[in-house]
Structure formats: structure tokens, C-alpha cells
């Protein structure tokens, strides 16, 4: 292969008392290419015969690569300094990739007839010569290393190249052989003439790169490791071969060592794409996804490739830009329309977005694209479960494990899809087989454990569920993250204790009763980090010292747990859920509020029908405000509006919307205590009742949450807590039948014999 010298060309640039030379020069030493490029398209403007601007700027074009932009560079660089050796050489390796070999030959000509003592430029010259078949001439170029023009040492550093270039040339010939060989499946047969041929000429680069390549792909990845290595003590300046070393070691599991290749090669030549983009990689997984988006958007701006796009929609996704990784996947698309992963992920970032129908459709066209593809009928199948179409989505999961029998993710999807059928035993077994495919399986291990929590089994569920760590962390584990050990239960002495709240508002709501039992665990002090809307209300937990906004400083303390993590901790069982009402308490002026609701002889429910839209369960959560309408058709009923999103469908409704008062939870709170009972989907509003000690009924979906249990219309976590469930998928008219019916039987309804049960 011909190459371009720009060695001694940035030298000649660095040397330059010209600062937009060095600016721009910086910019292209540190990958930063686009940039580059405008100051010395800005530098032109100014000084049109700017010779060494025009240089770089082929030399860009060259890398990028766009050859006649970069040959047209090269001639006008000629035209004005006609005595500048190695642009004839860049041209005519311009030339060489467009396969104009014989402007090429010509262009190298020129370069030596500039400087007879150049050997770059006949070493490129013999290449071509050869790929013409010249042989005449070639044998008159290496006669030429005896030409008087060259110095003694020139002429035995040409005379040592000409031997060197045979041996060259016919270790090329046989790496073309073994070449034959890789792409034809022959992998053994590649792999032994690649031994063969460094045996007869030690440290052929290309030959030595191609048997790591072969090791790698037949598995043989130690072997791999050590041809790199000693490839890249032969050739130290190869940055393909520390690229791909790292290739290999990252999927060895030595991500740092892999990092440290990838760097290596970027330090060789700051334009290595792939190295870019190979490091951002491990960035992402080590959960540092600024500079993994850093990184390749470095790799694209070198070599925009569609595959690099692609992967910086995967991360803009993981930083919940969602907008900007669909950007990014469309691009990917533009410039590979049948590129069926980036259609994939396109579909999973619409899934994301909330856009169900247009992400099925982004499935289909992949599958449509590639049939065999099981990531897309498995992604289509948890869309499809989102529309409720579980038989289409079961259907989609199982294809997927047809294709790829040991794709745990699949096997992990359809145990949530059974699970959905509240076939529990059934999906369990699919999570199992995830976990034994994959026993880092964090989703299965998940949903092993709260489908083992649904089940009444506390101790197994308990410890599957501090899986959800592996995933929410990633690289880091709470101690790193926080710089504090986790708590283990044990006696805190007087020790500080932080424990800090996750997931949903419910979640935080639910296990602050957790708060009381740690504090008797010898805490000398207990800090509780919180959500904003939170704060005011969990100042009235008992135990708690001080009470903290998530992202604001953290004073000191000495170790930490989160709230989730509690019960595991500390052992509860069905039967030991400390379940003592009220622990959450309204402020003293609540009392404010019983004038505003004030009704004579009415029943006051409040009523939530909606949950966050943001959630994954969102849809089946939810139920029609139309069912709650019928609810106000009761005599002696006064139904007020609890929820805080979505208000405007009660314009008109004989409901009072109390959305203006509802600020935090501390006001939700207030509320509550002057109502008679909360009528709520699963929301965090059904918690806080609950743990006010107020009267709520709670309408679960077919297939509940864990904490909701299986059979039973009481819960162990809240005593006043009553469960409507759904018979069969869906059916949300059923469950308001029974409602309809325990109201009317309310002992606070004028109707009412004075027994109905709350």
C-alpha cells in the first residue's frame, strides 16, 4: 500500500510562526478534524497562496477520505511551490486509492526528480511500478539507488530498502493466499500459511495482523493476545494492531487494558476512527457516557460511518436524550437505508418515547430487512405486550428463541409476557432458564425475585431483588458511588446513617416505615434523602433527624442504605412487615382544608385514575375516568380529584378537582385527612393513604405488582387498605361493579345498613 507522508509536513507547520496554523494544527493532532478544516478554509480567505494550509487541508481530505478534494489540494500547492517533494508524493498516493496507478507513477516521478534522496517516494514508486506489472522499470528504479545523486548512507538505506521490498513482496503474495483463505471460511488453512510466512520473513505486519484476526474469530483468543503483542514489539508504531489487540482484550473482560490499547493507537494517529470509537465502547460500560459520546463523535467526524451513528443513538439513549439518539439512529439510516440494528434500535427509542404503533412498524421493516433477526422479534414483543396483544407478543418471544435458542433476554421477555397471563410458575421457569443462560442476567434476576415476593416468599425475593444494583449502577457499586460502606444490619453504635430513596414516589412512600427500626438500631443520627415532593412529608417519619433533596450536598455520615434494600437487610417475612398505621402524618394546619371540602352528610372519596405516564406499566394501571364518573351518579357520594396530570377531561364532570391545593405530598397529605376514603389505581396516592391509616381502596390490573400479592383483597403493608382486582385482562368495568356495590354499602352512606366493610 502507497502512503502519504505528513510527518515532515507538520513539522514544516508546527515550525510556522503563524498562529492560525497552530491553532488549527492543534485542533487536528486531537482528532478535532471539522474544526481543523475551518481554520484553514477561514486561513485561505485571508492568504489564498498559503501553501501550508492548502497542504494540511489535502492531507485532511486524504484521511477523511475524499480523494479529489485532496488531489485538488496537492495541485494547487504544486502550482504555487513547484519544489515541495512530499506533495507530489501525497498526490500520488491520492492517486493510488482512486486506482490511477499511472498518474500516480507519475506524480512519484516527480517527487524524486525534486529530491533524488527521498526513499519514501521510491518506495511508493516500486509499489506502483509492480502493480503495473513494469518490471523494466522497476528494475531501473532500484538501479537507481546507485545514482550519484545520493549520498553513501542514502544509497545503502535504498539498497537495504530494495532487498527489504522483496521480501515484502513475496510475504504479500502469500498473505494474499492466506487472505483467500480467511474469506472462504478456511480459517485452519489462513491460519497455518500465516505461520508459514512468518517463519520465512519474521515481522511481515499485515501477515501477523491477519493471524491475530484468525485466532480471534476460531476462539483462540490467549493466542490472539500474544501474536498482537509480539506484532506490536516488532511494530510499535502500528496503530491497527493495538486497535485490534484491544478488541481482543476487551472481550477477554480487561476493559482497561483494552481502553489503554485503544489510546495507544489514538496517541500513534490521532485520525484512528475505529480506536475512537472502539474506547467510547468500554466509556459507555464503565457508565461514562459524556465521553463516550465524545469519543464518537470524534470517530465520526473522521470516517462518518453509519455504524458510528448508530452506536451514538445507543448512548444518547442511555443518557435519556432520547430525541437526539433518534437523531442519530435516522442518520445511520440515511446512510445505510437496509441497515436492520439501526432500525431496531430506532424502534426501541419510538418504544421509549411512548410511541408504540410506530415502533412495531420500525420492527417489522428490520425483520423485513433481515427475517432471521431475533433482537427484533424479540423487541417487537415487548411493544406488542404494551398494546395488551399477549398472544402476538408470546408468539414474537418464542421466534426469537427459535432463532437464538440461548438469547436470555428473550427467555427473560416471555417469563414477563406469561407473567402477565398470572401464569407465575410458567414465567419463573423462563426466568430461571435466563439466569442459566446468563447468570448476569440482571432483568431476570429481577423479575425472578418479584415474581418470588408476589408468591409470599420474602427471603428468596428479597435477596433477587438487590439485583436491580447491577443494572441501575452499572460499573459502580452504591459504596463507590457514594464513597460510603452499605450498611449489613449490624449495631450502627452511634454511627450516621444515610438511607436514601429510589424508584417511585409509592416505593419511597411504603419502605420510609423502615426508618423507626433502623433508628432503634443504635443510630446516633438518621438521614433520609428524598425526592423535592417528598421533603416536607417525611419530616413527620419518626426517627429521622434531617431530611435531604436529592442532588443537593449530602452532610456527613458513615454508612448507607437504600430504603428498598431494607427489608432484605433486616429480614422480613409476611408475617413480621412492620405495618404499624399511621407513620406519615398531616401537618398541623391541614384542618385548613375541611372547610373547602365540607359537604352535609355526603361520603368524600377522593379518586385517582391515572398513573405516571413516565412509567412502564403506566397503560394497564390506568383505567378509564368515565368508570369514576359513574361513581358520582351515587346518591350521598362527593368525589374529589386527587390526581395531578390529565385534569382537563373533568371539565364540566360533577368531580371537584383539587389539582391548584395539591403542591407537594405534604398538601396530598392534608387532603387526605379530611376525606373520608381514596379510591386509587396503583399510585403513589394509594400508598400515602395507607400509611396515613386512612381508608383507601386500591384497583389493581390483572396481573399486580409484588407488594399487592395474589388472592387476597387485604394487605399486609397497609391495614386500611382494601383490593379490587381485576378478574380477567382489562377488565376494569368488573372491578367498578364491586366498588359500586362496597360504596353503596359504605357506613357513611345514607343507604348504608351501617356494616359495609372498608
Same mark, same amino acid.
Given at each position: 500500500?502507497?502512503?502519504?507522508?505528513?510527518?515532515?509536513?507538520?513539522?514544516?507547520?508546527?515550525?510556522?510562526?503563524? %498562529?492560525?496554523l497552530?491553532?488549527?494544527?492543534?485542533?487536528?493532532?486531537?482528532?478535532?478534524?471539522?474544526?481543523?478544516?475551518?481554520?484553514?478554509?477561514?486561513?485561505?480567505?485571508?492568504?489564498?497562496?498559503?501553501?501550508?494550509?492548502?497542504?494540511?487541508?489535502?492531507?485532511?481530505?486524504?484521511?477523511?477520505?475524499?480523494?479529489d478534494?485532496?488531489?485538488?489540494?496537492?495541485?494547487?500547492?504544486?502550482?504555487?511551490?513547484?519544489?515541495?517533494p512530499?506533495?507530489?508524493?501525497?498526490?500520488?498516493?491520492?492517486?493510488?486509492?482512486?486506482?490511477?496507478?499511472?498518474?500516480?507513477i507519475?506524480a512519484?516521478?516527480?517527487a524524486?526528480?525534486?529530491?533524488?534522496?527521498?526513499?519514501?517516494?521510491?518506495?511508493? #514508486?516500486?509499489?506502483?511500478?509492480?502493480?503495473?506489472?513494469?518490471?523494466? &522499470?522497476?528494475? &531501473?528504479?532500484?538501479?537507481?539507488?546507485?545514482?550519484?545523486?545520493?549520498?553513501?548512507?542514502?544509497?545503502?538505506?535504498?539498497?537495504?530498502?530494495?532487498?527489504?521490498?522483496?521480501r515484502?513482496?513475496?510475504?504479500?503474495?502469500?498473505?494474499?493466499?492466506?487472505?483467500?483463505?480467511?474469506?472462504?471460511?478456511?480459517?485452519?488453512?489462513?491460519?497455518?500459511?500465516?505461520?508459514?510466512?512468518?517463519?520465512?520473513?519474521?515481522?511481515? +505486519?499485515?501477515?501477523?495482523?491477519?493471524?491475530?484476526?484468525?485466532?480471534?474469530?476460531?476462539?483462540?483468543? *490467549?493466542?490472539?493476545?500474544?501474536?498482537?503483542?509480539?506484532?506490536?514489539a516488532?511494530?510499535?508504531?502500528?496503530?491497527?494492531?493495538?486497535?485490534?489487540?484491544?478488541?481482543?482484550?476487551?472481550? #477477554?473482560?480487561?476493559?482497561?487494558?483494552a481502553?489503554?490499547?485503544?489510546?495507544?493507537a489514538?496517541?500513534?494517529?490521532?485520525?484512528? *476512527?475505529?480506536a475512537?470509537?472502539?474506547?467510547?465502547?468500554?466509556?459507555?460500560?464503565?457508565?461514562?457516557?459524556?465521553e463516550a459520546?465524545?469519543y464518537?463523535?470524534?470517530a465520526?467526524?473522521?470516517?462518518?460511518?453509519?455504524?458510528?451513528?448508530?452506536? #451514538?443513538?445507543?448512548?444518547?439513549?442511555?443518557?435519556?436524550?432520547?430525541?437526539?439518539?433518534?437523531?442519530?439512529?435516522?442518520?445511520?439510516?440515511?446512510?445505510?437505508p437496509?441497515y436492520?440494528?439501526?432500525?431496531c434500535?430506532?424502534?426501541?427509542?419510538?418504544q421509549?418515547?411512548?410511541?408504540?404503533?410506530?415502533?412495531?412498524?420500525?420492527?417489522?421493516?428490520?425483520?423485513?430487512?433481515?427475517?432471521?433477526? !431475533?433482537?427484533?422479534y424479540?423487541?417487537m414483543?415487548?411493544?406488542?405486550?404494551?398494546?395488551?396483544?399477549?398472544?402476538?407478543?408470546?408468539?414474537?418471544h418464542?421466534?426469537?428463541?427459535?432463532?437464538?435458542?440461548?438469547?436470555?433476554?428473550?427467555?427473560?421477555?416471555?417469563?414477563?409476557?406469561?407473567?402477565?397471563?398470572?401464569?407465575?410458575?410458567?414465567?419463573?421457569?423462563?426466568?430461571?432458564?435466563?439466569?442459566?443462560?446468563n !447468570?448476569?442476567?440482571?432483568?431476570?434476576?429481577?423479575?425472578?425475585?418479584?415474581?418470588?415476593?408476589?408468591?409470599q416468599?420474602?427471603?428468596?425475593?428479597f435477596v433477587?431483588?438487590?439485583?436491580?444494583?447491577?443494572?441501575?449502577?452499572?460499573?459502580?457499586?452504591?459504596e463507590?458511588?457514594?464513597?460510603?460502606?452499605?450498611?449489613?444490619?449490624?449495631?450502627?453504635?452511634?454511627?450516621?446513617?444515610?438511607?436514601?430513596?429510589?424508584?417511585?414516589?409509592?416505593?419511597a412512600?411504603?419502605?420510609?416505615?423502615?426508618?423507626?427500626?433502623? *433508628?432503634?438500631?443504635?443510630?446516633?443520627?438518621?438521614?433520609?434523602?428524598?425526592?423535592?415532593?417528598?421533603?416536607?412529608?417525611?419530616?413527620?417519619?419518626?426517627?429521622v433527624?434531617?431530611?435531604v433533596?436529592?442532588?443537593?450536598?449530602?452532610?456527613?455520615? %458513615?454508612v448507607?442504605?437504600?430504603?428498598? +434494600?431494607?427489608?432484605?437487610?433486616?429480614?422480613?417475612?409476611?408475617?413480621?412487615?412492620?405495618?404499624?398505621?399511621?407513620?406519615?402524618y398531616?401537618?398541623?394546619?391541614?384542618?385548613?382544608?375541611?372547610?373547602?371540602l365540607?359537604?352535609?352528610?355526603?361520603?368524600?372519596v377522593?379518586?385517582?385514575? *391515572?398513573?405516571?405516564?413516565?412509567?412502564?406499566?403506566?397503560?394497564?394501571?390506568?383505567?378509564?375516568? +368515565?368508570?369514576?364518573? &359513574?361513581?358520582?351518579?351515587?346518591?350521598?357520594?362527593?368525589?374529589?380529584?386527587?390526581?395531578?396530570?390529565?385534569?382537563?377531561?373533568?371539565?364540566?364532570? !360533577?368531580?371537584?378537582?383539587?389539582?391548584?391545593?395539591?403542591?407537594?405530598?405534604?398538601?396530598?397529605?392534608?387532603?387526605?385527612?379530611?376525606?373520608?376514603?381514596?379510591?386509587?389505581?396503583?399510585?403513589?396516592?394509594?400508598?400515602?393513604?395507607?400509611?396515613?391509616?386512612?381508608?383507601?381502596?386500591?384497583?389493581?390490573?390483572?396481573s399486580?405488582?409484588?407488594?399487592w400479592?395474589?388472592?387476597?383483597?387485604?394487605?399486609?403493608?397497609?391495614?386500611?387498605?382494601?383490593?379490587?382486582?381485576?378478574?380477567?385482562?382489562?377488565?376494569?368495568?368488573?372491578?367498578?361493579?364491586?366498588?359500586?356495590?362496597?360504596l353503596t354499602?359504605?357506613?357513611?352512606?345514607?343507604g348504608?345498613?351501617?356494616?359495609?366493610?372498608?
Amino acid at each position: 500500500m502507497c502512503e502519504i507522508n505528513f510527518v515532515h509536513v507538520l513539522k514544516m507547520v508546527q515550525q510556522a510562526d503563524n %498562529d492560525w496554523l497552530k491553532e488549527a494544527l492543534s485542533h487536528y493532532k486531537a482528532g478535532r478534524l471539522d474544526k481543523a478544516r475551518a481554520v484553514y478554509l477561514a486561513m485561505l480567505k485571508q492568504q489564498p497562496h498559503q501553501v501550508e494550509a492548502m497542504q494540511m487541508l489535502g492531507i485532511i481530505a486524504y484521511q477523511t477520505p475524499e480523494y479529489d478534494r485532496a488531489i485538488n489540494y496537492f495541485q494547487q500547492v504544486i502550482s504555487i511551490k513547484p519544489d515541495w517533494p512530499e506533495t507530489y508524493n501525497n498526490l500520488g498516493a491520492s492517486f493510488w486509492e482512486q486506482g490511477k496507478i499511472e498518474q500516480a507513477i507519475a506524480a512519484y516521478k516527480q517527487a524524486i526528480a525534486v529530491k533524488p534522496d527521498y526513499p519514501d517516494a521510491y518506495k511508493n #514508486l516500486a509499489l506502483a511500478l509492480e502493480r503495473q506489472g513494469k518490471r523494466l &522499470e522497476l528494475r &531501473e528504479t532500484h538501479q537507481q539507488v546507485g545514482s550519484p545523486h545520493q549520498s553513501g548512507a542514502t544509497h545503502e538505506k535504498l539498497a537495504a530498502m530494495r532487498r527489504q521490498e522483496k521480501r515484502y513482496r513475496e510475504a504479500s503474495a502469500h498473505y494474499q493466499q492466506a487472505i483467500s483463505w480467511y474469506q472462504k471460511g478456511e480459517k485452519d488453512k489462513a491460519i497455518a500459511l500465516c505461520h508459514q510466512v512468518l517463519l520465512a520473513h519474521p515481522g511481515h +505486519s499485515e501477515t501477523m495482523n491477519l493471524l491475530g484476526v484468525c485466532l480471534q474469530n476460531t476462539g483462540k483468543l *490467549a493466542e490472539a493476545v500474544s501474536v498482537y503483542r509480539e506484532a506490536i514489539a516488532l511494530n510499535p508504531q502500528d496503530m491497527s494492531l493495538h486497535n485490534n489487540l484491544g478488541v481482543i482484550l476487551c472481550s #477477554l473482560g480487561h476493559k482497561e487494558q483494552a481502553l489503554a490499547c485503544y489510546e495507544k493507537a489514538i496517541s500513534i494517529n490521532p485520525n484512528c *476512527a475505529d480506536a475512537y470509537y472502539n474506547a467510547a465502547k468500554i466509556m459507555e460500560e464503565q457508565n461514562r457516557r459524556k465521553e463516550a459520546i465524545a469519543y464518537c463523535k470524534k470517530a465520526i467526524a473522521i470516517k462518518p460511518k453509519a455504524e458510528f451513528y448508530n452506536q #451514538l443513538g445507543i448512548y444518547y439513549q442511555g443518557c435519556e436524550n432520547l430525541a437526539e439518539a433518534a437523531k442519530q439512529c435516522e442518520q445511520a439510516i440515511a446512510l445505510k437505508p437496509n441497515y436492520p440494528e439501526a432500525i431496531c434500535n430506532l424502534g426501541m427509542i419510538l418504544q421509549e418515547q411512548g410511541k408504540i404503533a410506530e415502533a412495531i412498524g420500525q420492527y417489522r421493516q428490520a425483520l423485513a430487512i433481515k427475517p432471521d433477526y !431475533p433482537g427484533a422479534y424479540d423487541k417487537m414483543g415487548t411493544a406488542l405486550q404494551e398494546q395488551g396483544k399477549l398472544a402476538e407478543a408470546i408468539a414474537c418471544h418464542q421466534k426469537a428463541i427459535a432463532l437464538k435458542p440461548d438469547l436470555a433476554d428473550a427467555y427473560s421477555n416471555l417469563g414477563v409476557a406469561v407473567q402477565e397471563q398470572l401464569k407465575i410458575q410458567e414465567a419463573i421457569g423462563y426466568y430461571r432458564h435466563a439466569v442459566a443462560l446468563n !447468570p448476569d442476567a440482571v432483568t431476570a434476576h429481577l423479575n425472578l425475585g418479584m415474581c418470588s415476593l408476589l408468591l409470599q416468599d420474602f427471603q428468596q425475593g428479597f435477596v433477587e431483588y438487590e439485583w436491580r444494583w447491577r443494572e441501575w449502577t452499572k460499573s459502580q457499586t452504591l459504596e463507590e458511588r457514594l464513597g460510603k460502606p452499605l450498611w449489613d444490619g449490624s449495631p450502627l453504635a452511634g454511627k450516621t446513617i444515610l438511607l436514601h430513596t429510589e424508584q417511585g414516589y409509592g416505593d419511597a412512600i411504603q419502605f420510609v416505615r423502615y426508618a423507626p427500626l433502623v *433508628a432503634q438500631r443504635g443510630a446516633g443520627k438518621v438521614i433520609l434523602e428524598t425526592y423535592r415532593a417528598l421533603r416536607r412529608l417525611l419530616t413527620t417519619v419518626s426517627g429521622v433527624q434531617e431530611v435531604v433533596v436529592k442532588g443537593e450536598p449530602l452532610p456527613a455520615f %458513615d454508612v448507607q442504605v437504600p430504603l428498598m +434494600s431494607l427489608p432484605h437487610i433486616l429480614g422480613t417475612t409476611i408475617e413480621t412487615i412492620p405495618a404499624r398505621i399511621p407513620y406519615l402524618y398531616e401537618e398541623k394546619d391541614a384542618v385548613k382544608y375541611s372547610e373547602l371540602l365540607r359537604t352535609e352528610g355526603e361520603v368524600k372519596v377522593g379518586i385517582v385514575w *391515572a398513573s405516571d405516564p413516565k412509567g412502564a406499566t403506566a397503560s394497564k394501571r390506568s383505567c378509564p375516568v +368515565s368508570l369514576f364518573l &359513574e361513581l358520582s351518579q351515587i346518591p350521598g357520594i362527593s368525589l374529589y380529584s386527587l390526581q395531578k396530570e390529565h385534569t382537563d377531561i373533568l371539565d364540566g364532570a !360533577p368531580i371537584q378537582d383539587l389539582r391548584e391545593l395539591l403542591h407537594d405530598f405534604a398538601d396530598t397529605a392534608a387532603v387526605i385527612s379530611q376525606l373520608d376514603l381514596v379510591i386509587s389505581v396503583d399510585t403513589a396516592v394509594a400508598h400515602l393513604a395507607g400509611a396515613l391509616g386512612k381508608p383507601v381502596w386500591v384497583l389493581l390490573p390483572f396481573s399486580p405488582d409484588w407488594r399487592w400479592l395474589l388472592d387476597r383483597s387485604d394487605s399486609p403493608w397497609y391495614p386500611t387498605m382494601r383490593l379490587f382486582r381485576q378478574a380477567k385482562l382489562g377488565d376494569w368495568p368488573s372491578v367498578f361493579a364491586q366498588v359500586k356495590a362496597a360504596l353503596t354499602a359504605h357506613p357513611a352512606h345514607p343507604g348504608s345498613p351501617g356494616s359495609g366493610e372498608l
